[in-house]
């Protein structure tokens, strides 16, 4: 008879685990996706040649966003430039980011359910969750 003796992983991480795998899979194929469509020639928002030189070059944020795409964007500029091609590619990048906000909240859900709580570490996803959360929708931020 065999047994297994591995240790058994909490439900929160299960949870975690599997909204950030997902979540990354599938904003990993969306950005696959509008890369593919850039390098095909679809329209893009932005000139990806005057892109990288500024990049390089080291320019600033708003030189950057002026020289490539004419004019400055701030926060889900992307949501509703979905025609362009730079965009679906930026739309999976923000996926594959929200899979960690996604993932925490489903973690402190997971940690609510089970029968032994450990208070700390429920505090503590809490406070990472609305962390998480308030930057990704661009209450928290870090302006330099």
């Known amino acids: 008879m065999e047994k297994n ?45 005057a892109l990288i030189s500024h990049l390089l070059a080291g320019h600033d944020l708003h030189t950057i966003w002026e020289k490539s795409a004419g004019e400055v964007v701030h926060g889900h500029w992307y949501l509703s430039k979905l025609s362009y091609s730079d965009a679906i590619a930026m739309l999976g990048v923000a996926i594959c980011c ?18 032994k709580k450990q208070y700390l570490y429920l505090i503590l996803a809490i406070i990472i969750a609305v962390i998480l959360t308030l930057s990704a929708i661009g209450i928290l931020s870090i302006k330099h």
Do not use: C, H, N, Q
């Not at 929200?98 to 029968?115: I, K, N, P, Y």
């Open 98 to 115: 929200f899979a960690a906000v996604f993932g925490t909240w489903g973690s402190v859900v997971a940690m609510l359910r089970e029968t």
């Open 5 to 49: 003796d591995a240790p058994k992983p909490p439900l929160a991480g299960i949870v975690y685990g599997d909204f950030a795998y997902w979540m990354t899979l599938i904003g990993m194929v969306i950005g696959s996706i509008g890369i593919g469509m850039s390098l095909a020639g679809v329209k893009s928002f932005s000139d990806p040649t």
